[in-house]
């Protein structure tokens, strides 16, 4: 464990009982964090309004820090500093900034354990759950660094006339990037996206969400450890209703994780201002389990499809189409897996899945699951909240028998449950899988992996895996990443990831002859001249 994390310790506690708390057996008399250690990450907020909100810990309630509060003021202060250090570095070579971006893979790996504490406080997630966020950062800025130049240099392209005609295309950067990050991956999430519009020359100002703060400013601080100047990345604080707006206003691009309903919000604001925009939204994330699935295979990827992070993942599955010929052995040795998992609100390695992050999402989910029971749904395994385990825990659940007029039919629940479908004709369960309105990941579990792509290739999302969860894609960084239909719009990752942070810009330059008549040639001589040039290029087989 890191040192910054004091000694406060103590079982789950009711979070809604009032009074005077005993420092020895109740873990919210005294603060998760050394204050020595919380200031040193709340300095890099910009605020200055004297006001500060206080987050806890959902593994027991325990307070963790207050958090520095910005106003309007503070979020324009911000992109002043931003604007002038990215007008510095803008002018630094690719080179450079690729070494300093390639610098954080090491600190990133030599400091997870600081990491994984620090997410695990903050959101209470299992421990194998949180190493999958300094994993992916070190991933993300490796490949980066390693392919800026294949992303970023000058590209020769065909002129018009060949070898008098020479064009150039440059990557220009768009200028300061606003990005506005969720809790469900809070160190992940607040860096993937800002990593490759730093290389591409951009600064950044990014809002972290209000629950998972400390991990987002433990990602800045890192940033400046590698190197990138300290004013490139500036992070505001509060609610997004209040700074999301003025971001908007002042951003050369907007890059937001977060529910459909907000994206569409800040892409209407987007528009207005015609800036570029990305947006990863909500899912309703379908596996198919075909005939001829490894059926220990598809069950032991269900078990992390669905409850990985508890289920608060863009990713995760929610919905589960079985083939009729595997159904029966397919349910049988997912739910076993399922109720074999270790359950538990922990900082150690032990825990299979750790707890929701707080009691709206708490709400949400018992809503889905008790709405479903009460109208004929089964529950196969779990089914009830735990706050024996941890004041928001819910258990992974598995439902069949889930009907259009439930709830959790349709609708994202972000949280440990699956609704389990079993099909006949394979078109019909493609056809399924595309019902709704969400197009974000899928996967399919068969032994035939070509047939596999196939299936695919006829799922409306943006990301499909085959034989496994999520991984394939969202771990192989040079693969864009994104939603179709409402689950977004644009990509991170790949070039895809670093292209919308720039400018295209072409520069021709013109040797010899120019574009008109010449030598005493008459408007229509000129034109005769073209067309048969355009006839003779065509017969060469120029583009």
């Known amino acids: 464990m890191s040192e910054a994390i004091s000694g406060a310790s103590g079982g789950p506690v009711d979070p809604t009982v009032g009074g005077p708390h005993d420092p020895e057996h109740d873990p919210r008399a005294s603060y998760a964090l050394e204050p020595e250690y919380v200031a040193r990450l709340t300095e890099r907020v910009v605020a200055t309004t004297g006001r500060t909100t206080q987050v806890h810990s959902p593994i027991n309630g325990a307070p963790v820090a207050n958090i520095p509060q910005s106003s309007t003021d503070d979020v324009a202060e911000a992109f002043r500093r931003a604007r002038v250090a990215q007008a510095a570095w ?47 950062i070190a991933l993300t800025a490796r490949y980066y660094a390693r392919t800026a130049h294949r992303h970023l240099d000058s590209e020769r392209r065909p002129g018009v006339v060949p070898a008098l005609t020479k064009v150039e295309v ?25 990593l490759p519009a730093l290389l591409a020359g951009n600064a950044v100002v990014t809002k972290p969400d209000a629950q998972t703060m400390l991990s987002a400013l433990l990602g800045a601080r890192l940033l400046e450890d590698a190197g990138f100047p300290r004013d490139l990345w500036q992070v505001v604080a509060g609610p997004g209703r209040e700074l999301g707006p003025p971001i908007i206003e002042r951003s050369d691009y907007i890059c937001f994780t977060g529910s459909t309903a907000t994206g569409k919000v800040i892409a209407k604001q987007a528009a207005e201002r015609l800036i570029g925009c990305s947006l990863e939204l909500g899912g309703k994330n379908p596996i198919l389990v075909l005939r001829d699935a490894d059926i220990e295979r598809a069950a032991e990827g269900a078990v992390r499809a669905c ?8 990713v995760s599955t929610e919905r589960m ?3 009729d010929a595997v159904y029966d ?31 709206d999402q708490l709400e949400t989910v018992t809503a889905h699951v008790d709405d479903a029971a009460a109208k004929g749904a089964r529950v196969l395994a779990g089914g009830r909240a735990r706050p024996d385990l941890a004041p928001y825990y819910y258990e992974p659940t598995i439902l069949e028998g889930v009907t259009p007029e439930m709830t959790c039919f349709g609708n994202e629940t972000f949280g440990p449950v699956v609704s389990i479908y079993r099909f006949h004709d ?66 991170r990752q790949g070039s895809e990831g670093i292209h919308r942070y720039t400018e295209t810009q072409s520069v021709g330059t013109q040797r010899l002859i120019r574009f008109g008549p010449m030598l005493g040639m008459s408007d229509e001589g000129y034109a005769k001249f073209m067309t048969a040039s355009l006839r003779l290029m065509d017969k060469l087989g120029r583009a």
Request: charged letters at 25%.
């Open 90 to 136: 803008a002018r630094v070579s690719v080179d450079e900034r690729a070494r300093i971006l390639h610098r954080l893979h090491d600190i990133v790996l030599d400091r997870q354990a600081e990491i994984m504490d620090l997410i695990q406080l903050e959101s209470g997630k299992a421990r194998k759950h949180a190493f999958d966020e300094p994993l992916h």
């Open 329 to 359: 052995r397919f349910v049988e040795r997912f739910v076993a897996r399922t109720k074999a998992m270790s359950l538990g609100a922990t900082m150690d390695w032990d825990a299979d899945m750790g707890t929701l992050i707080s009691a």
């Open 170 to 194: 440059n990557r220009v950067p768009k200028g300061v990037v606003g990005i506005i990050s969720p809790w469900n991956y809070p160190f992940t999430m607040a860096l993937c996206d800002g």
């Open 307 to 314: 409850f990985s992070n508890a289920g608060q993942l863009c």
């Open 426 to 491: 394979e078109a019909d369960a493609i056809a399924r899988a595309n019902d709704g309105e969400y197009g974000l990941n899928g996967s399919v579990y068969t032994r035939d992996t070509a047939r596999g792509r196939a299936v695919a290739r006829q799922i409306k999302c943006g990301t499909v895996n085959v034989n496994e969860a999520f991984g394939a894609t969202f771990a192989s960084i040079d693969a864009p990443m994104g939603g179709m239909r409402e689950s977004g719009m644009g990509r």
């Open 321 to 323: 189409f079985v083939a």
